[in-house]
């Protein structure tokens, strides 16, 4: 069973920074792709950034200069750089992994907490 722990959440003012990280329990070239989505209260959870195996980056518009992802194999770890946040960027931030092996298999991780507030 694949386990993605995420961390790094917290309270920021508005226009600061934070860098979420997502550690896995298996070699991260093993997914397809993976990528960070947020929830924040009352709405549905939605798409923020992913990273390909091949390593192609994409972004949603609302973060797109602001915020970056990366990754580091030999931790396997995945990174969400934040900056410039805003209060609306508040949300629960989950690290989400793709694997295809005969058939699709997705994991998430448990997610940790952002807000943005002064």
């Known amino acids: 069973q694949v386990q993605l722990v995420e961390s790094g959440g917290g309270l920021v003012q508005p226009g600061g920074s934070l860098t979420l990280s997502c550690a896995a329990s298996r070699n991260i070239v093993s997914f397809t792709v993976m990528g960070w989505y947020r929830q924040a209260p009352g709405k549905q959870r939605e798409y923020v950034a992913t990273?390909?195996?091949?390593?192609?980056?994409s972004y949603a518009d609302s973060v797109k200069g602001r915020f970056t992802i990366s990754r580091d194999n030999a931790k396997n770890t995945v990174y969400l750089q934040m900056n410039t946040l805003k209060p609306e960027d508040t949300a629960v931030y989950y690290c989400?992994?793709?694997?295809?092996?005969?058939?699709?298999?997705?994991?998430w991780g448990q997610g940790t907490q952002v807000t943005v507030s002064s």
């Open positions: 990273i390909t195996r091949g390593g192609t980056l």
């Open positions: 989400k992994a793709v694997s295809f092996v005969y058939q699709e298999y997705t994991y």
